[in-house]
């Protein structure tokens, strides 16, 4: 799944395009319940643009997000 943020009042428009590393949650393939909320999006933001993501430049800025990662529990 690809998740494109934008921000409203930058020209020229800068896209964040983002692969989740999941499917669509509705895929027949591997369906699953994860969801993509307003919590997840700030957070992605806040890693794309530590990773160099500038709003005030124009294009498409590629950013990887795994949305559903392995944990480590200590064990």
């Given amino acids: ?27 027949w393939i591997a369906a699953h319940q994860t969801s993509v909320t307003p919590f997840v999006v700030r957070r992605i933001i806040w890693r794309a643009l530590a990773a160099g993501w500038n709003t005030s430049e124009g294009g498409i800025f590629h950013f990887e997000h795994q949305l559903i990662q392995d944990t480590d529990w200590g064990e």
């Fill in 1 to 27: 799944m690809t998740l494109a943020i934008e921000k409203s009042d930058s020209l020229p428009a800068s896209v964040l395009l983002v692969n989740l590393g999941i499917s669509r949650p509705d895929g």
